[in-house]
């Protein structure tokens, strides 16, 4: 990268220093988040905004050594060749700065601009299914918090099937979701009323709670509720890489147990705050960015997790992008090595093929057809009723 690498900072310069492959720290990746890129060396750059409200961007040593490089969007396109795919999602990214980054609103943005077709056809009708099955997700979510509100306040009916989101069609759901506001905020401000604190607080109308359930549902929907609660997918991720962990010992496989049984445990935490549907919406209503971060806490420590796992899988790809993807995803956010004025190695594999790659070239069009795939991939992880692709690989 040259003069373009940026040094992050006013601190003294590290020395480089080896990345444990089993350093599941749990503040990891919560300053920077995973870019689903397919220009030819890009699938591991990670995304953060700097002070100035600028995108930073993160990628591991294009030499094949330690450290992870900080530098601007502008300096990866001078040096990198990103796709249309990559160029449109920065673009998006870009458009509102002030909205935080996050696992989400990647997610969002990017099948975004697969439905524009900008990640070949395939992609572009997966996405499609994706947004309509996450619709839907939303919307039997948002349902089956009202009616645990409404079991929680006893609410007449409210034990029966009749409304059981998990069950009933959509347009019940739609129906239900129109009426059921305003008579749960009704009886939440009866119960307050009437010296029985419910844990909710008061001061709730249809309009108001309608705002905060479908907000919660948004921070939620990944989790994973109801009969299909495996289907969804954050859970197909934690099974993506249970399976990719068990195909062979080793460091790797360590290091995705280790991210396996945090994520696990805060995916447990986040869906037992359902189980208390008053004290959720009391914590929404008191302190909404504390609620957030407990519900998207898994999403934070499985981003980017699962594309490390469907390389894995993919003899295409070598050994130094596996590895390089792993080298971002445990490296510690607070510690990282930041190198600054160091030029390209032709020492890996990564690098020589960098080189060697212009636009058209058969090289560049093979990496490109390979990482359309891996996005495919990702976008099957939202499709419930596709299957878990990946996971066939073995740890090297």
């Given at each position: 990268?040259?003069?373009?690498?940026?040094?992050?900072?006013?601190?003294?310069?590290?020395?480089?220093?080896?990345?444990?492959?089993?350093?599941?720290?749990?503040r990891?990746?919560?300053?920077?988040?995973?870019?689903?890129?397919?220009?030819?060396?890009?699938?591991?750059?990670?995304?953060?905004?700097?002070?100035?409200?600028?995108?930073?961007?993160?990628?591991?040593?294009?030499?094949g050594?330690?450290?992870?490089?900080?530098?601007?969007?502008?300096?990866?396109?001078?040096?990198?060749?990103?796709?249309?795919?990559?160029?449109?999602?920065?673009?998006?990214?870009?458009?509102?700065?002030?909205?935080?980054?996050?696992?989400?609103?990647?997610?969002?943005?990017?099948?975004?601009?697969?439905?524009?077709?900008?990640?070949?056809?395939?992609?572009?009708?997966?996405?499609?299914?994706?947004?309509?099955?996450?619709?839907?997700?939303?919307?039997?979510?948002?349902?089956?918090?009202?009616?645990?509100l409404?079991?929680?306040?006893?609410?007449?009916?409210?034990?029966?099937?009749?409304?059981?989101?998990?069950?009933?069609?959509?347009?019940?759901?739609?129906?239900?979701?129109?009426?059921?506001?305003?008579?749960?905020?009704?009886?939440?401000?009866?119960?307050?009323?009437?010296?029985?604190?419910?844990g909710?607080?008061d001061?709730?109308?249809?309009?108001?709670?309608?705002?905060?359930?479908?907000?919660?549902?948004?921070?939620?929907?990944?989790?994973?509720?109801?009969?299909?609660?495996?289907?969804?997918?954050?859970?197909?991720?934690?099974?993506?890489m249970?399976?990719?962990?068990?195909?062979?010992?080793?460091?790797?496989?360590?290091?995705?147990?280790?991210?396996?049984?945090?994520?696990?445990?805060?995916?447990?935490?986040?869906?037992?705050?359902?189980?208390?549907?008053?004290g959720?919406?009391?914590?929404?209503?008191?302190?909404?960015?504390?609620?957030?971060?407990?519900?998207?806490?898994?999403?934070?420590?499985?981003?980017?997790?699962?594309?490390l796992?469907?390389?894995?899988?993919d003899?295409?790809?070598?050994?130094?992008?596996?590895?390089?993807?792993?080298?971002?995803?445990?490296?510690?956010?607070?510690?990282r090595?930041?190198?600054?004025?160091?030029?390209?190695?032709?020492?890996?594999?990564?690098?020589?093929?960098?080189?060697?790659?212009?636009?058209?070239?058969?090289?560049?069009?093979?990496?490109?057809?390979?990482?359309?795939?891996?996005?495919?991939?990702?976008?099957?992880?939202?499709?419930?009723?596709?299957?878990?692709?990946?996971?066939?690989?073995?740890?090297?």
């Amino acid at each position: 990268m040259s003069s373009q690498i940026a040094r992050s900072g006013s601190a003294p310069r590290a020395a480089p220093r080896a990345i444990a492959w089993g350093a599941a720290s749990l503040r990891a990746g919560v300053h920077s988040v995973a870019l689903p890129l397919t220009g030819p060396v890009l699938i591991g750059l990670r995304a953060r905004t700097a002070t100035d409200g600028r995108l930073e961007m993160l990628l591991s040593n294009p030499g094949g050594g330690r450290g992870i490089y900080v530098t601007s969007w502008p300096a990866v396109r001078l040096q990198a060749m990103p796709s249309l795919h990559d160029i449109r999602l920065i673009e998006i990214l870009q458009s509102n700065p002030a909205a935080p980054l996050s696992p989400g609103r990647i997610l969002a943005a990017a099948r975004g601009v697969a439905i524009e077709g900008y990640a070949g056809r395939p992609a572009a009708q997966a996405a499609r299914k994706a947004e309509a099955a996450g619709g839907k997700q939303l919307l039997r979510l948002r349902s089956h918090l009202l009616l645990e509100l409404a079991r929680a306040l006893d609410m007449p009916a409210s034990h029966s099937d009749r409304n059981d989101p998990w069950s009933v069609g959509i347009e019940e759901q739609a129906t239900w979701l129109r009426s059921a506001p305003g008579a749960v905020a009704a009886q939440l401000g009866a119960a307050q009323l009437g010296a029985q604190p419910m844990g909710a607080g008061d001061g709730w109308t249809g309009e108001t709670l309608s705002a905060a359930v479908a907000a919660l549902a948004q921070e939620a929907v990944g989790l994973g509720f109801g009969p299909a609660r495996d289907r969804f997918r954050l859970p197909r991720i934690l099974a993506l890489m249970a399976r990719t962990a068990a195909s062979g010992p080793g460091p790797m496989a360590a290091s995705l147990l280790a991210r396996h049984g945090l994520a696990t445990e805060a995916l447990d935490r986040a869906r037992a705050r359902f189980d208390d549907p008053l004290g959720l919406l009391a914590e929404w209503q008191r302190d909404p960015p504390g609620a957030a971060e407990t519900l998207g806490r898994p999403g934070w420590l499985l981003d980017g997790w699962d594309r490390l796992c469907l390389v894995q899988a993919d003899p295409a790809f070598a050994p130094g992008t596996r590895k390089a993807l792993a080298q971002l995803l445990t490296h510690d956010s607070d510690g990282r090595v930041v190198l600054e004025h160091t030029s390209l190695e032709r020492g890996s594999i990564e690098c020589s093929q960098l080189l060697a790659m212009q636009p058209g070239t058969a090289l560049t069009l093979d990496r490109l057809e390979c990482h359309e795939r891996l996005r495919l991939a990702e976008l099957l992880l939202d499709c419930p009723d596709s299957d878990t692709p990946g996971a066939g690989g073995s740890a090297p």
